[in-house]
């Protein structure tokens, strides 16, 4: 079984980017901005916020973190929102997500302005990424993507199973699929039996978010395997991760898969970077 190494892929991407950053430097004698929005103290978005921040420093792009209580009210969240959308410092807000209960995430998104959108996730952007026109695509899916074509790994006429249908993962790596001319099926929590599906399935990226849920049995012999599934559990007091696929059941089995952690993990914030680049040129672009 090949490992598909995310790390490494994201190490040679995050030169790539930190090489385009430089030039962008140069000619705009700035650097491209992210704003990062967390608000509350979930402590596993606390973790991601600092990787993306620590990212951002990598590769030289300023990052701008809002940390804000979890009593914060819409109409506040609303103010910075607005403000960031008038920054010209700012390429990219992030408003980590999930957000308290009370707080409506679609309502909360709509306020970024699309050109400020490094995760997809405005109505603008996914119609355009629907319509094969895209600004940016969505990180996960897009560092899928890029996995992919790092190890050489053909896509077209391939079937292919997303199992989860999310805005940001699933519907998106569906989408990206297809643009690549695979015959993709969607799996989700509704589906009577995945493993119907995941069994026929040349490629299946997995992004469930349930702990464990696939392995060997569900796959066909020498599938391509990526699990996009990140959980957090305290073995002898000591975090680790694991995915949504039993990966230890891999080897010999399936033909290359990626691991949890150093899989799609590294790729996504990657691919938030090379976002957020992108859209400080396309903002140049439309002046
Ligand atoms: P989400 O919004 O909770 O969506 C999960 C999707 O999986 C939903 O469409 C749900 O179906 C489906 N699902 C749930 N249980 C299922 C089951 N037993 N069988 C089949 N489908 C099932 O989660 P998400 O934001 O897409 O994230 C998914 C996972 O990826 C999470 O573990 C998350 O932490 C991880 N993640 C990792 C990265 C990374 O960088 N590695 C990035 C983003 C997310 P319904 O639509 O029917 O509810």
């Known amino acids: 079984m090949q490992l598909l190494d995310g790390k490494a892929v994201a190490v040679k991407k995050r030169q790539e980017i930190a090489e385009n950053v430089e030039e962008f430097i140069q000619s705009q004698q700035r650097a491209p901005g992210l704003a990062v929005v967390l608000v509350g103290e979930d402590p596993a978005s606390a973790v991601y916020v600092r990787n993306k921040i620590k990212a951002c420093e990598q590769v030289g792009v300023l990052s701008f973190e809002h940390r804000l209580p979890e009593r914060t009210s819409l109409k506040e969240l609303q103010t910075l929102i607005t403000r960031l959308n008038q920054d010209d410092q700012v390429d990219g807000i992030l408003v980590q997500l999930p957000l308290p209960k009370r707080l409506n995430e679609h309502d909360v998104l709509s306020w970024i302005d699309p050109q400020k959108d490094p995760d997809g996730l405005t109505t603008e952007n996914l119609g355009l990424m629907l319509s094969g026109r895209a600004r940016i695509y969505s990180c996960t899916p897009n560092g899928v993507m890029e996995i992919l074509k790092h190890y050489d790994i053909s896509i077209e006429g391939k079937l292919a199973v997303v199992v989860g249908r999310s805005n940001i993962v699933g519907k998106p790596m569906a989408l990206l699929l297809q643009h690549a001319n695979a015959t993709v099926t969607v799996c ?42 990140m959980h957090r559990e305290v073995v002898d007091g000591k975090t680790k991760l694991c995915g949504d696929v039993r990966f230890e059941e891999l080897d010999g089995w399936v033909s290359a898969a990626t691991p949890v952690p150093g899989g799609v993990g590294p790729m996504t914030i990657t691919m938030l970077l090379h976002n957020t680049l992108q859209l400080a040129k396309q903002r140049l672009e439309v002046g």
């Not at 599906?197 to 599938?223: I, N, S, W, Y």
């Open 188 to 229: 989700h929590s509704r589906t009577p039996d995945i493993s119907l599906h995941t069994k026929q399935a040349d490629l299946v990226v997995v992004a469930a978010g349930k702990k464990a849920l696939l392995g060997k049995k569900d796959f066909k012999q020498g599938a391509v395997v990526v699990d996009v599934g």
